[in-house]
């Protein structure tokens, strides 16, 4: 069964940091790159990252450019999203899904987590 | 950058059929493929079409899609309609190494 499964969501307070994890099942993960998508409560989607297969490149949407870092462990078929400097704008669900083309990036999803929600609040 | 505009919401009666609509504000809506996604409430994303019309395994085919080069858009057409497609259904596309997202359409089912 392909599956996605986030943690390490959490309350914290801005300014600080916190990391996300992404363990994926069920597919070749060091084939596929793959995204982090964030909602904030009520609103829609926003992309945030993404990761090629191998982490040879890497790319942010510039709201969070600087603050936070995408990486991947293929051997741990796992992603991860270190958040530094948070700020209450980053309060959101966050997602990882899978890109949907083998070895390259569509810059499309085909498979989603259940997601982890973290909330910047003092 | 480009936006991706969708109406706010839009209701219909069970066995009917909708169109949801996604209107590109510059560019060629034919340039990048266009996604949709379904998200009921409290749940993930999920893959409904990608690739302008195709439909993922275990999509029923009431789901597909379509773009209109005349009027720079991308429909979501759901045929059909049953109370479990109530949800928010997303277009998405991309331009350069950014993935852009339409506002979201709320699917009401009545």
């Known amino acids: 069964q392909v599956q996605l499964v986030e943690s390490g969501g959490g309350v914290v307070q801005p300014g600080r940091s916190l990391r996300l994890s992404c363990v994926a099942s069920?597919?070749?993960?060091?084939?596929?790159?793959i995204h982090w998508v964030r909602q904030a409560p009520g609103k829609g989607l926003e992309w945030v990252a993404v990761?090629?297969?191998?982490?040879?490149?890497?790319y942010y949407v510039d709201s969070v450019k600087g603050r936070f870092t995408i990486s991947r462990d293929n051997s741990k078929n796992t992603l991860y999203l270190q958040m530094n400097s948070l700020r209450a704008e980053d309060t959101a669900m966050y997602y990882c899904?899978?890109?949907?083309?083998?070895?390259?990036?569509?810059?499309?999803?085909?498979?989603w987590g259940q997601g982890t929600m973290v909330t910047v609040s003092s | 950058n480009f936006m991706l505009t969708q109406p706010h919401s839009v209701s219909e009666s069970p066995g009917k059929t909708v169109n949801i609509s996604c209107t590109r504000s510059?560019?060629?809506?034919?340039?990048?493929?266009v996604q949709w996604y379904q998200q009921r409430p409290g749940s993930a994303p999920t893959t409904v079409i990608y690739e302008d019309n195709q439909r993922p395994s275990g999509v029923p085919d009431r789901f597909s899609g379509s773009i209109d080069s005349s009027s720079n858009s991308a429909s979501l057409t759901i045929s059909g309609l049953k109370t479990e497609d109530e949800a928010d259904y997303y277009c998405q596309s991309y331009d350069s190494i950014n993935v852009i997202f339409g506002g979201g359409t709320k699917l009401t089912v009545l």
């Open positions: 990761i090629w297969y191998d982490g040879s490149h890497k």
């Open positions: 510059s560019g060629s809506i034919g340039s990048n493929y």
């Open positions: 069920g597919f070749t993960f060091r084939s596929y790159g």
């Open positions: 899904a899978r890109d949907e083309w083998f070895g390259e990036l569509s810059w499309a999803f085909d498979i």
